[in-house]
């Protein structure tokens, strides 16, 4: 056989050369194209052959199996490690849908509740919620009254420098949000209200702050609602927040969300411990078999159903 799964074997390339050189009139000129294009060919066949050798060969596949397994027997001796340990956890009260109170259930819900929850069951680990605003949560974790912080917390440059962070689990960026009536064209002279200690504030503060006055809210909660009133001209925000306050809002909000996405590579979000943590491994390890086990997904589906 010539021809197997639409390959073709040298001989058989050959033969149908002379096929097509057989139409030639000229015989001495056949034979010399024909002579020419079997050398073409066997220099093509012989590269294409050290390609192969080279770089399409079964121990690629060999390569990839090892690096699962790998992968796997490193999750199995992460699992069940912080069995016996009771961890102080700082959430927030007030950052829908990952974080927030529950006035109808009357306790701390959200994405990244049910996050916490489960890398908590696969790491063995016990918790205990604190919730509080995000500048009193760094301020805890400084001090080690809190073993980690997970509350919708941006990995920023500064806070890297001084906290340490799980790999990314949400990626996100800022948007500016104002009143439908604003009319706002530039970023001049405008009052920004903004959450003290957030990704937010620190944005504000570096791009928006000479030209405009800004304000400092403990919540969000009284940031939309000065917005709206118009007590402040703009704010800005996490985009899944606002997306959420939107869709909570949809039937008499009076607020606009500007298009222009910003900062998206200092807003993504990581659980936050104190620098150097012992256990920071283990987190990101567990991260990542949820992700893998497809459980990671079905909390986003749930908690997070705004646009991306």
Known sequence: MYRSGGIYTLKKMEEEIDLY??????????????VKMKKILASLMMVGLIFCLGGCNVPWMKQKTEKTKAAKVQADKVEGTMKGMKLKVGVSNDMAPFSYYDSEQKKITGFDIDL????????????????????????????????LAIAGISITDERQREFSFTDTYYETYLQIVVRKDS?????????????????SAQYAE????????????????????DLEKGTIDATIYDTTGIQNYMQEHADNTNLSVLNEQLNSEESNYGIM???GYKYLDQFNVALQVLNNDGTYQKLKEQWIKTKE
């Open 21 to 34: 050189f057989f139409r030639c009139y000229d015989e001495d000129k056949y034979d010399q194209r024909r």
């Open 116 to 147: 916490l929850d489960k890398l908590s069951e696969y790491l063995g680990f016990e918790y205990e919620l604190y919730p509080m605003n995000m500048k009193k949560l760094e301020q805890k974790i400084k001090n080690k009254e809190l073993d």
């Open 183 to 199: 009319q706002i064209t530039d970023r001049t002279e405008k009052k920004v209200g903004v959450v003290e200690g957030t990704s």
């Open 206 to 225: 570096d791009y928006l702050s000479e030209d405009n006055k800004i304000t400092y809210y403990k919540n969000i909660t009284k940031v939309w609602n």
């Open 273 to 275: 411990f104190v620098k």
